[in-house]
């Protein structure tokens, strides 16, 4: 099972908005409502921050946003603050092993 | 409050064992499915295994199938990784994760890792 396909990096101003893709297949991302998105700063845990593509626990500011089209999903992130400087993961539900990951995104906010 | 603690991490020669456990508090473990989830240093997230509630269900990535089981003790709240065989690229810190009730549910509390490194 490769791993999801995301952009080694993406930068923005603080107030832009950036975006994330997430690249799949038939069988993990366009087959399933099933992705999640995770934020992990250096030296942390990861934290859950968009589940089934486009929800939100409760906790997460609302300035991060999911989505999904065919076998790319996408993480929104509006209003850009210093803190959202981070590496951020998607994760998607697929037939063949269950769970896979995506290579990781770093955000450089500039 | 949710927690997950993992302990049993350390340094191990290539082919030796090594288990790592989950201690679990804050919510009732035997409802949940439960990951295990590591990274290695400055790699991504790779997803290692997942065992249902129960414990009659497991399923392993291939890179550790064979040579890894998951297990847990739903009485004392614990998970378990067994890793037998260790290579060199199993060097990682080894993160468990709480799932849901289904194994497609995402992972909403993580523990803070332990590292495990194998070398002579």
């Known amino acids: 099972q490769s791993a999801l396909t995301q952009p080694a990096s993406v930068s923005g101003s603080p107030g832009q908005s950036i975006t994330i893709s997430c690249t799949g297949t038939?069988?993990?991302?366009?087959?399933?409502?099933?992705v999640s998105w995770y934020q992990q700063h250096p030296g942390k845990a990861p934290k859950l921050m968009i589940y089934?593509?486009?929800k939100r626990p409760s906790g997460v500011s609302n300035r991060f946003s999911g989505s999904k089209s065919g076998n790319t999903a996408s993480l929104t992130i509006s209003g850009l603050q210093t803190e959202d400087e981070a590496d951020y993961y998607c994760c998607s539900y697929t037939s063949a092993t269950s769970v896979v990951f995506g290579g990781g995104t770093k955000l450089t906010v500039l | 409050e949710v927690q997950l603690v993992e302990s049993g991490g350390g340094l191990v020669q290539p082919g030796g064992s090594l288990r790592l456990a989950c201690e679990a508090s804050?919510?009732?473990?035997?409802?949940?499915?439960m990951h295990w989830v590591r990274q290695a240093p400055g790699k991504g997230l790779v997803w290692l295994s997942h065992i249902n509630s129960a414990e009659t269900s497991t399923t392993y990535a291939d890179s550790v199938k064979g040579r890894f089981t998951i297990s847990r003790d739903n009485a004392k709240s614990t998970l378990y990784l067994q890793m037998n065989g260790l290579r060199a690229d199993d060097t990682a810190v080894y993160y468990c994760?709480?799932?849901?009730?289904?194994?497609?549910?995402?992972?909403?509390?993580w523990g803070q890792g332990a590292l495990v490194t194998v070398s002579s």
């Open positions: 804050g919510f009732t473990f035997s409802s949940y499915w």
């Open positions: 994760a709480r799932g849901g009730n289904y194994n497609w549910n995402p992972f909403d509390y």
């Open positions: 038939s069988t993990d991302v366009g087959g399933y409502n099933y």
């Open positions: 089934d593509v486009s």
